[in-house]
C-alpha cells in the first residue's frame, strides 16, 4: 500500500476511535449509586492545571479501557452542585468513587500512577498472593509493598487488614499463607519489601500494645528509603513523624539534573543505603526536584544543591551551615547526629507568625514569578480592584487559620487530624487551582499557552 494512504487511513483510524472519556453530570449521584467503580476527574475549564492535564486522562481512559474501570470527568463550572456533593475545593481534583466510597487521589499526576492507583483501589484491600512464583512478578512490577504470611485469622491479620483499608491509596498489601523466599522468623508474620529486600515487623506478636506497634511500623515503612518528594506525596511523609531529610536540586523539564547536583544526590543516597539501621529510628530522606517546595518550607531562597531537614512532629527545619557541594558523607552523618542530640539551631515552626510570614514568602514569590513571566497581565490585574490581593488572602489564609486555630487546641496526634494539619501547612500548593482564585490562575494558564 502507498505509505501515504497507510498513513492517513491510520490518521482516519485514530480520528474515529471514540473517546473513552465519559462526560458526566450533576447526575452522577444517580449514576454512581448502581454500582462499578469510576475515576473522575473534577475540572473547570478555565484552570490551567486543568488543560495540562487533559491530554494526561485521554491515555489514561484509553489504558483502563480493558478494565471495570469507568474514567469519566465532570465540569465543576457547569454543574456547581456535583463540585459540592463531593466537597471540591481545587481543580483538577481526581477521585475513585463507587456506590458508597470515595476516595482523592493525593499523589503526582503522572499516568504511571494515576494508573496503578486506579487498579489498587478497584481490587480488595490485601490481595491473595496464591503461588510463590507469584512474588516475583509483583516484585518486578512493585518497588514495594507488605505482606502478611499467615493464616487470615486473628489480631494480627485484623490489625493488617484494617491498615490495608486504610493505606489502600497509598501502598498494595498482600497476603499468603506459603512462602518459600528466604527464612521467616515466624509465622503469622508481616514483611516489607522494599529497594530488593525484605525487612520484617520484629517485635513479639503476643505484644499488649500490637495494634499501636504495628500501625507504626507500617506507616514508617511504606515509604522507599530515597523516595522522591513532591507536593503531592509531603504530606503523606509527614506522618511517619519522623525527620524528613531532604535533598534539594533542581530538574529541568525534561528531568535532568546538573551533574553536581547530581554527585551531592548520589553521596546522600548511597549514604542512607549502607547505613540504613543507623539512621531508620530518626529519619525519613528523600529527594526533592523544585526547589519551590523547599523554599517555602525554608522561607528563603537556598542555594543548590541543598540539604535541608524538616521535623515532621513540630515542623522545625535544620539547615547545614556548610556549603553542601563541599559536605562529605561524614559531615552530614555528624550534621544528623547534631540534629539528634538538639545542637543544631533549629528555624521555623508552625507558629502564628512563622505562618503569616510564610504566606507572605510564598505569595511574593509567586507573584514575582508571575510578573517575570508576564509582566502586562500582572500589571492589569494589579489595576483591578484593590481586593484581589485581600480576595487571595482571604481565600488562602484565613480557612487556613482558621482550621489550624482548632487545631492547634487538639494536641492530640490523632492520625485523623494530622492529614487536616498537614495539609492545611503546605496550602498554597501550585498545582492546583483554588476555588476562588480565578484570575490569578487564569492568567497562569494563559502565559503557558502563549
Ligand atoms: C445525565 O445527564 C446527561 C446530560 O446532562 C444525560 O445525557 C443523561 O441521559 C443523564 N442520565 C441519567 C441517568 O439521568
Ligand atoms: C486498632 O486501633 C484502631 C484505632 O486505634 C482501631 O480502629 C482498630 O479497630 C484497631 N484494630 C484492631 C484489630 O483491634
Ligand atoms: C556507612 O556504611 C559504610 C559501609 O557499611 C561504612 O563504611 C561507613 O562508615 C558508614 N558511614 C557512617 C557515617 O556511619
Ligand atoms: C552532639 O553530637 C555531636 C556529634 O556527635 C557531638 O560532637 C556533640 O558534642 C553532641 N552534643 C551534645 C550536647 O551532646
Ligand atoms: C522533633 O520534634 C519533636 C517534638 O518537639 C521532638 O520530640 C523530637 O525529638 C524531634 N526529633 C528530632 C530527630 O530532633
Given at each position: 500500500?502507498?505509505?501515504?494512504?497507510?498513513?492517513?487511513?491510520?490518521?482516519?483510524?485514530?480520528?474515529?476511535?471514540?473517546?473513552?472519556?465519559?462526560?458526566?453530570?450533576?447526575?452522577?449521584?444517580?449514576?454512581?449509586?448502581?454500582?462499578?467503580?469510576?475515576?473522575?476527574?473534577?475540572?473547570?475549564?478555565?484552570?490551567?492545571?486543568?488543560?495540562?492535564?487533559?491530554?494526561?486522562?485521554?491515555s489514561i481512559a484509553q489504558a483502563l479501557s480493558k478494565?471495570?474501570?469507568?474514567?469519566?470527568?465532570?465540569?465543576?463550572?457547569?454543574?456547581?452542585?456535583?463540585?459540592?456533593?463531593?466537597?471540591?475545593?481545587?481543580?483538577?481534583?481526581?477521585?475513585?468513587?463507587?456506590?458508597?466510597?470515595?476516595?482523592?487521589?493525593?499523589?503526582?499526576?503522572?499516568?504511571?500512577?494515576?494508573?496503578?492507583?486506579?487498579?489498587?483501589?478497584?481490587?480488595?484491600?490485601?490481595?491473595?498472593?496464591?503461588?510463590?512464583?507469584?512474588?516475583?512478578?509483583?516484585?518486578?512490577?512493585?518497588?514495594?509493598?507488605?505482606?502478611?504470611?499467615?493464616?487470615?485469622?486473628?489480631?494480627?491479620?485484623?490489625?493488617?487488614?484494617?491498615?490495608?483499608?486504610?493505606?489502600?491509596?497509598?501502598?498494595?498489601?498482600?497476603?499468603?499463607?506459603?512462602?518459600?523466599?528466604?527464612?521467616?522468623?515466624?509465622?503469622?508474620?508481616?514483611?516489607?519489601?522494599?529497594?530488593?529486600?525484605?525487612?520484617?515487623?520484629?517485635?513479639?506478636?503476643?505484644?499488649?500494645?500490637?495494634?499501636?506497634?504495628?500501625?507504626?511500623?507500617?506507616?514508617?515503612?511504606?515509604?522507599?528509603?530515597?523516595?522522591?518528594?513532591?507536593?503531592?506525596?509531603?504530606?503523606?511523609?509527614?506522618?511517619?513523624?519522623?525527620?524528613?531529610?531532604?535533598?534539594?536540586?533542581?530538574?529541568?523539564?525534561?528531568?535532568?539534573?546538573?551533574?553536581?547536583?547530581?554527585?551531592?544526590?548520589?553521596?546522600?543516597?548511597?549514604?542512607?543505603?549502607?547505613?540504613?539501621?543507623?539512621?531508620?529510628?530518626?529519619?525519613?530522606?528523600?529527594?526533592?526536584?523544585?526547589?519551590?517546595?523547599?523554599?517555602?518550607?525554608?522561607?528563603?531562597?537556598?542555594?543548590?544543591?541543598?540539604?535541608?531537614?524538616?521535623?515532621?512532629?513540630?515542623?522545625?527545619?535544620?539547615?547545614?551551615?556548610?556549603?553542601?557541594?563541599?559536605?562529605?558523607?561524614?559531615?552530614?552523618?555528624?550534621?544528623?547526629?547534631?540534629?539528634?542530640?538538639?545542637?543544631?539551631?533549629?528555624?521555623?515552626?508552625?507558629?502564628?507568625?512563622?505562618?503569616?510570614?510564610?504566606?507572605?514568602?510564598?505569595?511574593?514569590?509567586?507573584?514575582?514569578?508571575?510578573?517575570?513571566?508576564?509582566?502586562?497581565?500582572?500589571?492589569?490585574?494589579?489595576?483591578?480592584?484593590?481586593?484581589?490581593?485581600?480576595?487571595?488572602?482571604?481565600?488562602?489564609?484565613?480557612?487556613?487559620?482558621?482550621?489550624?486555630?482548632?487545631?492547634?487546641?487538639?494536641?492530640?496526634?490523632?492520625?485523623?487530624?494530622?492529614?487536616?494539619?498537614?495539609?492545611?501547612?503546605?496550602?498554597?500548593?501550585?498545582?492546583?487551582?483554588?476555588?476562588?482564585?480565578?484570575?490569578?490562575?487564569?492568567?497562569?494558564?494563559?502565559?503557558?499557552?502563549?
Amino acid at each position: 500500500m502507498d505509505p501515504l494512504l497507510l498513513i492517513l487511513s491510520f490518521g482516519f483510524l485514530v480520528g474515529v476511535c471514540p473517546s473513552r472519556i465519559l462526560e458526566l453530570s450533576d447526575n452522577f449521584s444517580d449514576i454512581r449509586k448502581d454500582g462499578g467503580y469510576w475515576l473522575i476527574k473534577f475540572y473547570a475549564p478555565w484552570c490551567g492545571h486543568c488543560k495540562k492535564l487533559e491530554p494526561l486522562w485521554g491515555s489514561i481512559a484509553q489504558a483502563l479501557s480493558k478494565t471495570n474501570i469507568r474514567v469519566g470527568r465532570i465540569d465543576c463550572h457547569r454543574f456547581p452542585s456535583a463540585a459540592s456533593e463531593f466537597g471540591i475545593g481545587g481543580y483538577p481534583t481526581i477521585k475513585f468513587i463507587t456506590a458508597d466510597t470515595e476516595h482523592m487521589y493525593n499523589g503526582d499526576r503522572d499516568k504511571e500512577n494515576i494508573i496503578k492507583f486506579a487498579v489498587r483501589m478497584a481490587g480488595p484491600p490485601v490481595q491473595l498472593i496464591s503461588q510463590s512464583k507469584n512474588l516475583d512478578s509483583i516484585k518486578s512490577m512493585n518497588n514495594l509493598f507488605f505482606v502478611y504470611v499467615g493464616e487470615h485469622e486473628g489480631l494480627l491479620w485484623n490489625i493488617y487488614h484494617d491498615m490495608a483499608v486504610k493505606l489502600q491509596p497509598h501502598v498494595y498489601f498482600y497476603s499468603t499463607n506459603s512462602i518459600q523466599t528466604g527464612d521467616i522468623p515466624q509465622v503469622p508474620s508481616i514483611f516489607v519489601h522494599k529497594d530488593d529486600k525484605m525487612y520484617f515487623y520484629t517485635a513479639e506478636v503476643t505484644n499488649e500494645n500490637l495494634n499501636v506497634s504495628v500501625s507504626k511500623w507500617i506507616n514508617e515503612e511504606r515509604f522507599e528509603t530515597f523516595p522522591k518528594v513532591s507536593r503531592g506525596n509531603i504530606n503523606e511523609l509527614i506522618q511517619t513523624n519522623k525527620c524528613l531529610v531532604l535533598v534539594i536540586v533542581e530538574e529541568n523539564k525534561l528531568e535532568q539534573i546538573p551533574v553536581e547536583m547530581l554527585e551531592f544526590r548520589s553521596m546522600v543516597e548511597n549514604l542512607v543505603k549502607t547505613n540504613r539501621s543507623k539512621y531508620h529510628k530518626y529519619f525519613q530522606f528523600g529527594w526533592v526536584g523544585s526547589p519551590e517546595l523547599a523554599n517555602s518550607i525554608a522561607m528563603q531562597v537556598l542555594p543548590l544543591p541543598h540539604l535541608l531537614v524538616l521535623n515532621s512532629t513540630n515542623h522545625h527545619h535544620y539547615l547545614p551551615e556548610n556549603d553542601c557541594t563541599q559536605m562529605t558523607a561524614a559531615m552530614i552523618d555528624s550534621f544528623l547526629e547534631r540534629i539528634v542530640n538538639q545542637s543544631v539551631p533549629a528555624y521555623g515552626g508552625d507558629g502564628f507568625w512563622i505562618r503569616i510570614y510564610r504566606m507572605y514568602f510564598d505569595t511574593t514569590t509567586s507573584l514575582a514569578e508571575m510578573w517575570v513571566g508576564n509582566p502586562i497581565l500582572t500589571t492589569v490585574l494589579f489595576g483591578l480592584p484593590i481586593g484581589f490581593l485581600s480576595f487571595i488572602m482571604y481565600s488562602i489564609c484565613c480557612a487556613d487559620i482558621l482550621e489550624n486555630d482548632e487545631d492547634d487546641e487538639e494536641k492530640e496526634e490523632e492520625p485523623g487530624k494530622w492529614i487536616l494539619r498537614a495539609n492545611t501547612y503546605f496550602t498554597s500548593v501550585p498545582n492546583l487551582c483554588m476555588v476562588g482564585l480565578k484570575f490569578v490562575y487564569f492568567a497562569d494558564s494563559h502565559e503557558k499557552e502563549d
